[in-house]
């Protein structure tokens, strides 16, 4: 079932856990998500960056994979159809026109006045739709589709500002996460976390959820995490399997076996992330 991402962050919030958000790259890796989380009774939220949608052929093509996966597969979950790092209102036009449930704007990299106008814009548009908005404030570390960045702390009365600002549905506030892989122990401020959730009602998220000890991830949640994203780790495994796979037999040369090496991978590590977020079996 497609859904916005409203009623299970809040959900979330309130019964302290966090939804996963899981990155996808191709059909494949919708499909074995897709089956995962139900299998598991857990609600998801795929994510599809710009770049990953390019990839696979445009917002439309993306939102029929995941359409008529949901359809083909009888998934019964509830399941978001989400932009990742939205770089314009343009784009998030576009998914939203094209059937995705919920965008997020990234306008971090401008200033809060500016960050505000451009999410209010995208809101307002999305209302119409009844899509939902994430939008993000100070600056996630490591590679993003290719653009590196360096860490910047979220100002919890800046969150403030452009939460009652702008009528988004859920915030990331950058507190030391990376995408990509962590250079050492992450330094996540769970003091601030603590305060922006407690200032707002809408559910915080966690961007560069892979490669944070699970101890950290428990804490982010306690804190008021509701929604946590992950590429990174599904990727290392599934490459991991792939490569092993290849390695095994050197004349195998069909695409659909050498992909599907790396379902039982992708997998587990969803079926080990819902566990650890506390989403698991809560539909
Ligand atoms: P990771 O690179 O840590 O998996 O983070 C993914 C992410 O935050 C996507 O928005």
């Not at 916005?4 to 996963?20: G, Q, S, T």
């Not at 998801?44 to 917002?59: D, F, P």
Request: glycine share 6%.
């Amino acid at each position: 079932m497609l859904v916005n991402a409203k009623e299970i962050l809040l959900n979330a919030k309130k019964n302290k856990y966090a939804v996963a958000h899981f990155n996808i790259n191709n059909l494949e890796w919708a499909k074995f998500i897709l089956e995962q989380c139900e299998l598991d009774k857990t609600p998801v939220i795929l994510g599809v960056s710009e770049g990953a949608t390019k990839y696979m052929g445009g917002y439309s093509v993306v939102s029929a994979i995941v359409k008529e996966l949901i359809k083909n597969l009888n998934i019964s979950v509830p399941v978001v159809l989400h932009l990742d790092h939205g770089s314009s209102y343009e784009s998030c036009v576009k998914a939203i026109e094209s059937g995705f449930t919920s965008v997020m704007i990234d306008a971090s990299k401008y200033s809060l006045d500016k960050n505000i106008e451009i999410t209010k814009k995208v809101t307002l548009f999305a209302s119409k739709y009844n899509v939902t908005v994430e939008a993000e404030i100070g600056k996630i570390g490591g590679n993003e589709d290719g653009n590196e960045n360096d860490i910047v702390y979220a100002d919890p009365d800046e969150c403030m500002k452009l939460v009652s600002e702008t009528n988004i549905d859920f915030l990331a506030p950058a507190l030391g996460s990376v995408h990509g892989i962590y250079k050492g122990e992450p330094k996540l401020d769970f003091v601030k976390m603590e305060k922006i959730a407690k200032e707002n009602m809408t559910p915080l998220v966690l961007h560069g959820g892979s490669g944070i000890p699970d101890w950290q991830i428990k804490k982010a949640i306690e804190c008021g995490i509701s929604k946590i994203n992950i590429n990174t780790e599904l990727q290392i495994v599934w490459s991991k399997a792939v490569r092993l796979f290849l390695n095994s037999d050197e004349k195998v040369y069909d695409p659909r076996k050498i992909i599907k090496a790396g379902e039982k991978a992708i997998k587990e590590e969803v079926r080990n992330k819902n566990i650890l977020l506390g989403s698991y079996q809560k539909v």
